[in-house]
């Protein structure tokens, strides 16, 4: 193995566990409200179950209105610098949580929660573009994006035990803390590009720097954002991820729920049987993601697949609910864990269609709209609760929407021009 290979190997030990962690802590910080509502914070703080839904919504308007602008701003000034400002916002929005007592107050709460973690996932993968090639790109995504099931994994198991020890309140100061804390580890160790990083050399960071160049040959540079975020294909995609989003948010924020009720269990075990799926979910991304690098095969062919069994399994969860929580459960895990196995194809298909001078904007774009289908899979879901007593009609709403961006990843074409990619030296672990 030659020095540039052995440089460039770091890619994989340095920048990807950073950028893991950031976005796992952000996923904390986000999802343990659904373990907030199930351990009674609506009785709590004495309002509806409506409202309580409502809450979880308005971290989504917020996460939703401004992945654009920050998008832009990530073009202008230092991604580094907007991670570690963003930590600090939602760490300490996340605490605060667990202090307030008034609806007003925490709806300001999530909803500048939203805000400060809407830089967050496009601006990752515009950061990982710039460090990764196509070869790379969908398995450097899926570790990216393995920080929301592995943060669901061991928080279903850790916030169900300390809500159960010392209450919903004081687990959301608890777990709002630590990003606070890494906001100051991200700055020590990431940097904007690779010609900024220590730990890479110099002719490591010049050879990564050609081959990314190089990939850029066949694109022309997009003269404006408006006009690469209208393309037809764009904004397929941004639809069915608003219907990919929809069913997978309102499964996280309502899984727990889901779990306690219909297995009448200790909050420790809920938090034990809601891990189950994420675990199934890890597995299954880390192996979409191999197959999609090794295979060079089209990216979609691995996405709607996975979305079509997601939204059948979640199609017999409605069935078995008010029948079997043996089956529906069991057909929960399967739906979670399809539904988290496209993540590292889909999101590289956005820079083998768009070249890099609006990559950032592109998947803010979709990732707003994700956002937004995010807002009704949480508000909707805990609303069709409310209204109807049972689970079964949030089933329906989420295995249709499921069900509904696999038939709309079959209408996305081939792109027009394809990458021209040098052979990258092996740099993977």
Request: aromatic share 14%; proline share 5%.
């Amino acid at each position: 193995m030659t020095p540039i290979e052995v440089s460039l190997r770091k890619r994989w030990l340095y920048l990807l566990p950073a950028v893991f962690i950031t976005y796992s802590l952000a996923y904390l910080d986000r999802a343990n409200f659904g373990f907030g509502a199930a351990a009674g914070m609506a009785a709590t703080l004495a309002i509806s179950p409506a409202r309580a839904s409502l809450l979880s919504g308005f971290f989504f308007l917020g996460y939703f209105a401004f992945q654009l602008p920050g998008a832009i701003l990530a073009h202008k000034y230092s991604v580094r610098n907007m991670v570690f400002t963003s930590l600090v916002i939602w760490g300490t929005c996340a605490a605060l949580t667990g202090v307030v007592r008034q609806f007003w107050l925490l709806a300001i709460i999530r909803l500048i929660l939203g805000i400060a973690e809407s830089l967050i996932f496009p601006v990752m993968l515009h950061l990982l573009t710039r460090w990764f090639t196509r070869a790379e790109r969908s398995r450097a995504n899926a570790l990216l994006i393995l920080g929301n099931p592995v943060t669901v994994l061991w928080m279903s198991a850790i916030t169900g035990y300390l809500i159960q020890q010392f209450g919903w309140q004081r687990t959301f100061i608890i777990e709002g803390i630590p990003s606070i804390l890494w906001a100051f580890v991200w700055f020590f160790f990431v940097r904007d590009k690779p010609a900024e990083a220590r730990w890479l050399s110099p002719e490591a960071a010049d050879e990564l720097e050609r081959q990314l160049t190089h990939e850029q040959l066949s694109f022309t540079e997009a003269p404006n954002v408006r006009q690469a975020l209208l393309r037809p294909d764009i904004l397929l995609l941004a639809v069915q991820y608003f219907c990919w989003s929809l069913g997978i948010y309102g499964f996280v924020l309502w899984l727990p729920a889901i779990v306690k009720r219909g297995a009448a269990v200790s909050m420790t075990r809920t938090g034990l049987l809601a891990a189950i799926p994420y675990l199934a979910a890890i597995l299954l991304m880390l192996i979409v993601a191999y197959i999609s690098d090794k295979t060079r095969c089209p990216r979609s062919w691995l996405v709607a697949p996975f979305l079509f069994i997601g939204g059948v399994a979640l199609l017999c969860s409605y069935y078995f609910a008010s029948t079997s929580f043996t089956a529906a459960f069991l057909c929960l895990v399967v739906a979670g864990a399809c539904m988290y196995a496209p993540y590292g194809p889909y999101f590289a298909i956005v820079p083998e269609r768009v070249p890099r001078n609006v990559t950032a904007e592109v998947m803010a774009l979709i990732n707003s709209c994700g956002a937004l289908g995010g807002f009704f899979g949480s508000y909707l879901v805990g609303f069709l609760q409310a209204v109807t007593g049972n689970d079964r009609a949030g089933y329906l709403l989420m295995s249709c929407s499921v069900l509904l961006s696999a038939v709309l990843m079959l209408f996305l074409r081939k792109p027009a021009q394809r990458n021209i990619v040098a052979p990258l030296a092996p740099a993977t672990p």
